[in-house]
C-alpha cells in the first residue's frame, strides 16, 4: 500500500514510512478501542431492542410536534444508553454549547453560585457564564455568580473545590475533554470522585457535566457515576456522524425537565417539538457511534505515535488512558501549527482544495484556524483540526469517520509540513 500513498497523493516516501512505522508501534493501544467499542456496541444495540426501536420511529412530525413516537423513544434510548433517568435530544439543540447554557439556566436562580471544579470551562461558556461581556443575559447579569478552581497537576483539587463549596453553590461544573487546554482529559471515574466527594459535603449540589467529546470513548458515562446532568453536541461524538445538527442533555427527570423549559417553554417543555424528517439519522447516528468513536480514536492513537516520533510532546501521551477523541498536539511555533491544520484540510473529501487560516469565531477570544472537510458544517467527529493562536501553539486534532481516511490526514499534515521544511 506504500506505494499508492506516493502515487495517488503524491505524499513524501520519509512522510508514508514514518506514519507506517508509529501505526505498528500504535497496534496494542488500537485493540484497546476496539474492545471499548465492542463493549459499546452490545450497550447500544440492547437499548434498541429494549426500546422496541422500529419504522415508525423515523416518521418525523410537524407544527406543535405532539405525541411524536421517535422523539420520545430516542429520549429513552439515550437515558438507557448513558444509564441515566430521562434525556432531551434535540436537532433545535443547536450544539454542545447551547445544550450546556440549558443546563445552566435551567437549574441555577438569582442568587446561586455557579462552581467550575475543573478550571475554566469551555471558551465558548465564557459569555454564557459572563466571565466575557456584560448586559448580554448571562447568568451574571441574572445575579448569579461564579467561583473556579484550577486543576492540580493536572488532577482535580478536591481539596480546593471543597474548600469553595458553600451554601451559596447550587451547581458543580466539570469539563470532562481538555477542550482547548493541554491538559489530560478527566476520566469518567475521575469525574465520579469529584461527585462523590461535593455531594458528601452539600447532598442537594448539582453535579453538570460538560460531555463533550468524551461519549463511547470509555464504557461508562459520567451520569454512570453520580452526575445531574451530562450534555453534548451531535455534531461530535453521538451524532455518529450522521446527525446534521442537534445537542442532548441526559440526567435526573426533574433537572432534564427544567432544562426543557429553557429550550421550549416552561410548562410545556418535553412534550413538544417538531422533528420533521430528523429522526432516523438520530436513531441511525448512535447505533453507529461507538463503531465512529473508535475510528476517530485509533487515529488519535496514530497521531499520538507520529508526532511522538518526530519529538513533540502530545495529549495524551502515548500509552495514556483515553477520555476523549482528542488529540492535542503542541507544536510551540505558529507556523506548524498552520501548515497542520492546512495538511489535515488536504486529506478531506470535502473542501479539500480550501486553504484554512485563523479567523475571529464567533464565541471565542482569540483567532482560531479550523480545518474541517466535512459532509456536516463544523462536524467534529468527522475529521478535524482546530487551534486558538496563542502561545504554546497548540493544534486539537479530532474525529475521522474511518480510520483509513484519519491516516491520511495525519500522513498529510506530517507531509505539509516537511515539504514546507517545517520539520
Ligand atoms: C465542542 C465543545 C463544546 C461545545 O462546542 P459547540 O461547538 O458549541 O458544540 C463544549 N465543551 C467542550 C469540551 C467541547 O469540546
Not at 514510512?17 to 508509529?22: F, H
Amino acid at each position: 500500500m506504500k506505494k499508492e500513498y506516493k502515487k495517488l497523493f503524491q505524499i513524501d516516501g520519509r512522510t508514508v514510512d514514518l506514519v507506517c512505522l508509529a501505526e505498528k508501534k500504535a497496534k496494542d493501544e488500537m485493540k484497546q478501542a476496539e474492545e471499548i467499542a465492542e463493549y459499546n456496541q452490545l450497550k447500544v444495540l440492547q437499548a434498541f431492542q429494549k426500546n422496541k426501536i422500529s419504522e415508525t420511529h423515523f416518521i418525523g412530525s410537524t407544527g406543535y410536534g405532539y405525541d411524536d413516537a421517535g422523539r420520545e423513544t430516542l429520549d429513552r434510548l439515550y437515558a438507557d444508553i448513558f444509564g441515566a433517568e430521562d434525556a432531551l435530544v434535540r436537532h433545535n439543540i443547536i450544539s454542545g454549547t447551547h445544550a450546556l447554557s440549558l443546563c445552566l439556566f435551567g437549574v441555577l436562580r438569582p442568587g446561586d453560585t455557579l462552581l467550575a471544579a475543573t478550571g475554566k470551562p469551555y471558551d465558548t461558556l465564557e459569555e454564557t457564564i459572563g466571565i466575557r461581556g456584560e448586559g448580554n443575559g448571562s447568568l451574571k447579569d441574572f445575579g448569579i455568580s461564579y467561583r473556579q478552581v484550577d486543576l492540580r497537576d493536572n488532577k482535580p483539587d478536591i481539596d480546593g473545590i471543597l474548600n469553595c463549596l458553600d451554601e451559596s453553590v447550587k451547581a458543580v461544573i466539570i469539563q470532562r475533554s481538555k477542550g482547548y487546554d493541554f491538559r489530560k482529559s478527566l476520566s469518567v471515574e475521575e469525574i465520579g470522585d469529584i461527585v462523590t466527594a461535593v455531594k458528601r459535603k452539600k447532598q442537594d449540589v448539582i453535579v453538570i457535566v460538560d460531555n463533550c467529546y468524551g461519549e463511547f470513548v470509555d464504557v461508562i458515562e459520567p451520569t454512570q457515576v453520580g452526575a445531574d446532568l451530562m450534555a453534548g453536541s451531535l455534531i461530535k461524538n453521538p451524532g455518529g456522524s450522521l446527525a446534521l445538527t442537534g445537542g442532548y442533555i441526559a440526567g435526573k427527570r426533574e433537572y432534564v425537565e427544567l432544562c426543557s423549559y429553557k429550550l421550549n417553554a416552561v410548562g410545556i417543555g418535553k412534550e413538544c417539538g417538531a422533528t420533521f424528517d430528523l429522526n432516523r439519522s438520530m436513531f441511525q447516528g448512535i447505533y453507529l457511534a461507538p463503531h465512529i468513536v473508535c475510528q476517530a480514536v485509533k487515529t488519535a492513537v496514530l497521531a499520538a505515535y507520529v508526532f511522538a516520533e518526530l519529538g513533540f510532546q502530545t495529549s495524551p501521551a502515548i500509552g495514556e488512558k483515553r477520555s476523549c477523541i482528542i488529540e492535542a498536539i503542541r507544536f510551540g511555533d505558529p507556523r506548524l501549527v498552520v501548515a497542520f491544520c492546512q495538511g489535515i484540510q488536504k486529506g478531506a473529501a470535502i473542501d479539500s482544495f480550501v486553504v484554512p487560516e485563523p479567523w475571529d469565531m464567533p464565541g471565542y477570544g482569540d483567532p482560531v484556524i479550523m480545518a474541517a472537510g466535512a459532509f456536516v458544517q463544523g462536524s467534529s467527529i468527522e475529521l478535524s483540526a482546530d487551534a486558538p493562536m496563542k502561545d504554546p501553539y497548540v493544534a486539537y486534532m479530532q474525529g475521522g469517520v474511518t480510520y483509513t481516511y484519519g491516516k491520511m490526514g495525519v500522513m498529510l499534515a506530517v507531509d505539509n509540513m516537511i515539504k514546507q521544511n517545517l520539520l
